[in-house]
């Protein structure tokens, strides 16, 4: 007997259960809409937090300290160059880290004697990275430059591999969405914003757009020869094909969270500040808005560019009509054009049923089993 889960995907699959996702289009519009402006709000008002990378500035790493107390570093930088306002961070149980602005090379040497001396480690224990304003620039070029040839490439894709211009400009929105809540949620809990973020940003992007890309494509198969039947409309179809991929969206986002939620965990509460901590959560917030986007933006966006479209929308109207005709007179009109919408390909999960019978061993006559 297949289980719940498979019973519940079958179901979907197959039209005879379905959430009228597409339907309530305008409300999720609205929702991710209203996301994305409380996200711009928070990157105008706080803004980001770079990292020296970005910035430019000194970076001290003490290892093998016996404590990760910040007030020593923060003494030391106090004597040597008062004018600074150091950022202090443990790393796991015994390593701090240091950053300030911009320093000469005999001011950071100082500081790192100072911190060697503060935290009782040998000198060689202390090291010192300065990172130039220039250097800064040209990372957050080639981070620009990186993402604008990435969003090129995939609006070219797109349209040509769906031959539809408004599926590519439906994936480009919902991939804007999951960019834009991702970064507005590192602008509210005020992580650093390193080159490591970055690559999570543009990892995320790849994995929205794929999610996407399988949800599409079910629309695509459901609906490429929408105009010539006059049973189902298109955001009907449409819908169908968000049902049919969702039990496969909730499966993969399962999968993935997973290891991306202990790495982020090991990261942020063990290891503390780093390269771990800064790319699992740009993974964990972007592939969590990403699988909520496929089904509840991208889909729904594009059918609300589609029904622009003369055809689709003399197609729905025609539908609708005919519906209308054919229902009982004592029908409630809200509920005569609810229908019931069947996958137009026939098939469907077949459960334990579909795997092979094992055989009886063969026993001698006359022995018992």
Do not use: C
């Not at 040597?80 to 090379?105: F, I, K, Y």
């Not at 990372?139 to 590519?168: D, E, N, P, S």
């Not at 105009?227 to 993969?252: D, F, G, H, K, P």
């Amino acid at each position: 007997m297949p289980s719940r889960v498979a019973q519940w995907g079958n179901d979907l699959y197959t039209g005879k259960r379905s959430y009228d996702i597409v339907g309530r289009r305008m409300r999720w519009l609205a929702i991710g809409g209203a996301v994305i402006l409380a996200s711009i709000a928070l990157l105008l008002v706080r803004g980001i937090n770079p990292s020296i990378e970005f910035s430019g500035g000194a970076e001290f790493t003490v290892t093998g300290a016996a404590t990760t107390e910040q007030q020593p570093a923060l003494d030391v930088v106090a004597e040597v160059a008062p004018e600074e306002v150091p950022r202090v961070s443990g790393l796991g149980d015994s390593s701090v880290r240091v950053q300030t602005g911009e320093l000469e090379q005999d001011v950071a040497d100082e500081i790192a004697s100072g911190l060697a001396e503060a935290y009782d480690v040998p000198l060689g224990d202390v090291s010192t990275s300065l990172v130039g304003p220039s250097w800064g620039a040209d990372v957050t070029a080639k981070a620009v430059q990186g993402l604008v040839i990435f969003l090129l490439l995939v609006a070219v894709v797109m349209t040509l591999y769906f031959r539809a211009w408004r599926m590519a400009a439906a994936a480009l929105f919902a991939l804007a969405h999951d960019l834009i809540i991702t970064v507005g949620v590192y602008a509210g809990i005020g992580w650093e914003v390193s080159p490591a973020t970055v690559i999570g940003f543009l990892t995320i992007l790849g994995y929205s757009l794929y999610d996407t890309v399988v949800v599409f494509d079910k629309v695509r198969e459901n609906t490429e020869k929408v105009l010539e039947q006059r049973r189902y409309t298109y955001a009907e179809l449409a819908n169908l094909a968000v049902n049919q991929t969702l039990v496969r969206s909730i499966n993969t986002s399962v999968v993935a969270l997973l290891p991306v939620s202990a790495i982020l965990f090991i990261g942020a509460f063990l290891l503390g500040a780093g390269t771990l901590r800064d790319i699992a959560l740009a993974l964990f917030i972007g592939m969590s808005v990403g699988t909520l986007s496929s089904v509840f933006i991208a889909t729904p966006f594009e059918v609300f560019l589609r029904e622009r479209e003369p055809a689709i929308r003399e197609h729905t109207a025609r539908v609708l009509e005919a519906r209308k005709a054919t229902a009982p007179a004592d029908a409630d009109p809200a509920e005569a054009v609810k229908v019931h919408v069947g996958a137009p390909v026939p098939g469907g999960h077949l459960g334990n049923s579909a795997q092979p019978r094992r055989r009886k061993p063969n026993r001698p006559a006359g022995r018992k089993p």
